[in-house]
């Protein structure tokens, strides 16, 4: 049980920490492209997706850690 808990949060954190540098602060997904806006804005398409993508793949490794913790 507990490899498979430790293969889980290897996979669980490279994936989170592959979103986190993908979203770079300060600079959304549209200036990647060349669409530097200096206001704020809110999060459509792509942006929103990494970001909730964030908060998922952040959630799912705190669960695993506990799970870990217990067995």
């Known amino acids: 049980m507990k490899p ?3 293969l889980i949060q290897i996979i669980l954190g490279v994936l989170l920490i592959l979103v986190i540098i993908i979203q770079q602060k300060g600079s959304g997904l549209g200036s990647a492209f060349g669409g530097d806006l200096g206001f ?3 999060k459509r398409g792509a ?3 990494l970001f909730y ?3 998922i793949l952040s959630l799912a ?3 695993s850690s506990l799970i870990g ?3």
Request: net charge positive.
């Open 4 to 6: 498979a808990i430790y």
């Open 40 to 42: 704020y804005r809110t």
């Open 47 to 49: 942006e929103k997706l």
């Open 53 to 55: 993508g964030t908060i």
């Open 61 to 63: 490794f705190i669960i």
């Open 69 to 71: 913790l217990v067995f």
